[in-house]
């Protein structure tokens, strides 16, 4: 009888912002000797920590990171993007005898690292632009509701605002002929290779609102004009002006609204990302719930089945 062959185990400290991943997955990395992989679709991009909400220096110099502040924001990021780099990074964080932690908000990345993601075609900027002119004509309603007919597994993991996703895979199936779907599910993905064990942090809805409520206060105390006074002078991705915090301040900039108005858009834009990402991590199967305080000692654990 042949010896199974062991597995090495990779991390994901995931859930939504605000519920305290980084400072709890640098106290576990401490204990475990991990290294810590961020899953944010933002945190890659240089030159705006405040509004990407980057681990802090003392954070950093505790425990070495990866993917953070290492992209230009005049480039695009995608899932595919991150998958590739996190490959690497895991690759060189088990050459040195560390435990590889994944951490962040951005559920899709995390689940395509995990299960795989198909190779994408080629981009067709033409339909890409036919398919946005289309939006800003009609709405993006009327694009959702064309992926629910011919895509309804992947329309109803998506939200119907997010307009990149909903574009994107009207655009595979226009180009492929066969729907992302059905081309995620066929494609594989880091758990065939390593045990991978998975952590969603999350905490009472209030104490979480609580917590991004003041995160913006902090966010604006911090420099968050500044810092998109900066970016607008650059030619900036779709992907960069999609974190929060950029359109908000964009519009005070604009003289649309009062820097207050903008606080309090950002607090309730962040807290409704907070609850979209909640819905999309109750998707995830064989997940292990922690709640509480970040303190490692303080947490419950709960089994998703």
């Known amino acids: 009888m042949k010896k199974k062959k062991h597995k090495p185990p990779i991390l994901f400290i995931l859930g939504p912002t605000g519920a305290g ?10 204990k475990i000797g ?39 924001p005049s480039q ?50 033409s339909l890409r632009k036919k ?12 694009l959702y509701e064309r992926l629910l007919k011919i895509d309804p597994v992947y329309a109803s993991k998506i939200h119907q605002n997010d307009l990149r996703r ?5 655009e595979v199936y226009e180009v492929t002929g066969t729907p992302i779907s ?20 999350n905490r009472p809805r209030k104490d979480l609102y609580k917590r991004i409520n003041e995160r913006v206060e902090e966010m604006f105390s911090d420099g968050l004009v500044a810092e ?3 970016l607008k002078k650059l030619k900036m991705s779709r992907t960069a002006t ?11 900039l604009k003289g649309e609204y009062s820097p207050e108005a903008a606080k309090e858009l950002l607090k309730k834009n962040t807290r409704h990302y907070a609850k979209r990402q909640l819905t999309w991590f109750r998707k995830e199967k064989g997940a292990t719930y922690l709640y509480g305080k970040s303190d490692i000692s303080h947490c419950k654990t709960r089994k998703r089945r």
């Not at 398919?131 to 009327?142: I, V």
């Not at 909903?166 to 009207?170: M, N, Q, S």
């Not at 999609?242 to 005070?252: C, N, Q, T």
Request: hydrophobic share 40%; with cysteine; glycine share 8%.
């Open 242 to 252: 999609a974190a929060l915090g950029y359109k908000e301040i964009d519009g005070y």
């Open 34 to 72: 991990g290294e810590i992989i961020s899953c944010d679709s933002m945190q890659v991009y240089k030159r705006m920590p405040i509004m990407s909400q980057q681990p802090s220096f003392g954070l950093r110099k505790a425990i070495p990171h990866h993917l953070i502040g290492t992209l230009g």
């Open 21 to 30: 991943k980084s400072e709890f997955a640098v106290k576990l990395a401490k």
């Open 76 to 125: 695009e990021w995608s899932a595919a993007d991150f998958i590739r780099e996190a490959r690497k990074a895991t690759e060189g964080i088990l050459k040195r005898n560390h435990v590889p932690m994944v951490v962040g908000g951005t559920g899709l990345y995390a689940r395509a690292l995990i299960k795989g993601l198909f190779p994408a075609p080629p981009k067709d900027e």
């Open 182 to 201: 059905e081309q995620h599910r066929k494609t594989e993905g880091i758990e065939k290779k390593y045990e991978t064990f998975v952590f969603i942090l």
């Open 131 to 142: 398919l946005y002119a289309e939006a800003k004509r009609k709405g993006k309603k009327r």
């Open 166 to 170: 909903v574009v994107r895979a009207l």
């Open 228 to 230: 998109v006074k900066r």
